[in-house]
């Protein structure tokens, strides 16, 4: 069994910053996605930032590109997400996710592409 596990997030203020590490624990777990997805309130869940397998080798939607960064360390067992220039509209519930097998690109965004989820954790940004 994985487990992912959440942490970072909390209160900022627009124009500032936070990070946010995912970490795996469980059974040996190499993904070759990793993704960060969010839920505002009374939103759908929408993908963030996505990397495969190398750094180098990353997906941002529109709103974020620019701001975000997402990054796997170099035993692909944790993934962060470096968010700068916050504004109010990034407050969501964050996700982190994970897939072992490699997919099509096309399917990258959707939430059911990946068997793994952490909990979630809180960013609230103030204006």
């Known amino acids: 069994q994985v487990v992912l596990q959440e942490s970072g997030g909390g209160l900022g203020q627009a124009g500032g910053s936070l990070t946010l590490s995912c970490t795996s624990s469980g059974r040996t777990f190499t993904p070759y996605h990793w993704a960060w997805f969010r839920q505002g309130p009374g939103k759908e869940r929408e993908s963030v930032a996505i990397?495969?397998?190398?750094?180098?080798?990353?997906d941002y939607r529109n709103s974020v590109k620019g701001r975000f960064t997402i990054s796997r360390d170099s035993a692909k067992t944790t993934v962060y997400l470096q968010m700068n220039s916050l504004k109010p509209e990034d407050t969501a519930v964050y996700y982190c996710?994970?897939?072992?097998?490699?997919?099509?690109?096309?399917?990258?965004?959707?939430?059911?592409?990946?068997?793994?989820w952490g909990q979630g954790t809180q960013v609230t940004v103030s204006s």
């Open positions: 990397v495969s397998w190398s750094n180098s080798n990353t």
């Open positions: 996710a994970a897939r072992e097998g490699r997919i099509v690109v096309s399917a990258l965004h959707a939430p059911s592409s990946y068997e793994n």
